[in-house]
């Protein structure tokens, strides 16, 4: 089964930081997914909450903190000391880290509490420096980052993420340039589910850490999982 490595590996390591995906990288696993905000600077900035409280020895939202800030918190001690140390990566550290490998990134914009105006193009800019287009995925829980970034970069492959389900979701997905869905792995056995996966779209789900919920979802043909352990 297709897996995505969660935030990292972010089961054995500090969620979101470099060492969480550098251990990924050496994972033959089909991918690896991560969050990004956006700093009081524009800077791109990898971290899954909108405040830096639970995962750094510091307090404060990202979009209040410039990037030299957010550089000076320690990242890795709130997971273990042994990680100590850990900062914060920018958007283009973490791409550096699979410069070379051949995962997929999953790269979802946090834009759906602060809506970040602008991250859709400053995202779009660095992916032409990383420039291996084919291997982005691009989700959001706001959908109006994923219209705006097709209209960018309509190149890149987009996925829409969804925390719970909606009635017409095959006609709403069809409004998007869009081949997949990420949704809950418990919805998987919807029939709502299993119809968008009859009519072609992809379905991703997370996040699935139990290797007897990922053979349920193999068998309800979920193309691929979204895992904390980056493998089974
Ligand atoms: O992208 C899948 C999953 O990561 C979405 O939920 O809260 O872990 O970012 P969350
Ligand atoms: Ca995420």
Redo the contacts with the bound molecule.
Sequence with gaps: MKILA??GLSASFPENTAIAFQQAAKLDCWGV?F?VHLTSDQQLVVI?DESIDRTSNGTGFVKDLTLAQLKTYDFGSWFDVKFAGQKICTLSEVLAIFKDTKHQI?I?I?SDVFEYPGIELLIANALEAFQQKERIII?S?NHETIARFQQIQPQIHCAL?F?SLITNLDDYVRNFDCDAI?IPYYYGMRSIIQRAIQQGIVV?A??VNKKEIAEQMEQLHIDTI?SDKGTL
């Design positions: 969660h935030r997914e969050d899954h999953n979802e946090k989700s829980f993420l925390a990420h991703r997370y996040t979204f």
